[in-house]
């Protein structure tokens, strides 16, 4: 079956150095959603891109979707402590089925 | 606009039991979708419902069902506890154009526990 797979899964970080987050599909995603979620929180929605190959930007944080809407990358320019969490991809795929990617937990050391 | 509202936010129960957990979406929002939180599997999308139908739904066993009514608000119910559905439930309110496409917001979520 259709798998949102992230990579890697644990990331620990000095503050001040990027850190970027994988999300691969095995099959075309209509588009791709980014959420942040928290020690003990929830999941909070970051962005979504809907276009081939469109990249976005949110002050640090650079987000991409691949030319053939498999893949997708998040990427975070020095992060600070606030950015501890753990990032997911969420895709929809074949017969509108929407996924969650495994997520990655950002650890960032001050 | 008050946020997503679930309730309980703690649950213990024993095999073989039946749980139901409500979920009040934001105000406006028609789309409620149910997700299953475990350290093992992660985020897995139960069912989404959308103007008191079930408009997509993941690849969970019947004992796993939901309804939402007139109002929005969302229920979802469990049959037959096992102990794997040990979980963190988290529902989910949109604007309603789906599940893929609108942005979601999340509940605190409520943490089941089966003994």
């Known amino acids: 079956g259709q798998q949102v797979m992230q990579i890697p899964q644990y990331q620990h970080v000095q503050e001040g150095e990027d850190f970027t987050t994988y999300c691969n599909s095995s099959?075309?995603?209509?588009?791709i959603q980014w959420y942040k979620q928290r020690p003990g929180g929830h999941p909070v929605f970051l962005i979504q891109?809907?276009?081939?190959?469109e990249v976005k930007k949110q002050k640090r944080l650079t987000f991409q979707f691949g030319e053939a809407k498999k893949n997708s990358s998040l990427h975070i320019t020095a992060t600070q402590t606030t950015d501890v969490g753990t990032y997911f991809c969420?895709?929809?795929?074949?017969?509108?089925?929407?996924?969650f990617g495994s997520g990655t937990k950002l650890n960032v050391k001050p | 606009k008050a946020g997503v509202t679930q309730t309980p936010r703690y649950l213990i129960k024993t095999r073989g039991q039946q749980v139901t957990l409500s979920c009040s979406p934001i105000?406006?929002?028609?789309?409620v979708s149910w997700y299953q939180q475990t350290p093992g599997q992660g985020l897995q999308f139960l069912f989404e419902?959308?103007?008191?139908?079930?408009?997509n739904k993941g690849n969970f066993p019947g004992r796993f069902s939901g309804r939402q009514f007139s109002n929005s608000r969302s229920e979802m119910n469990v049959s037959t506890l096992e102990l794997g559905d040990s979980a963190l439930y988290l529902c989910?309110?949109?604007?309603?154009?789906?599940?893929?496409?609108?942005?979601?917001?999340f509940g605190p979520g409520t943490r089941l526990t089966v003994l």
């Open positions: 989910a309110s949109s604007v309603g154009q789906g599940v893929g496409t609108d942005t979601q917001y």
């Open positions: 419902y959308f103007s008191e139908t079930q408009r």
């Open positions: 891109l809907v276009k081939s190959g």
């Open positions: 105000s406006g929002h028609r789309s």
């Open positions: 099959t075309t995603l209509s588009n």
């Open positions: 969420a895709g929809q795929g074949n017969f509108n089925k929407f996924y």
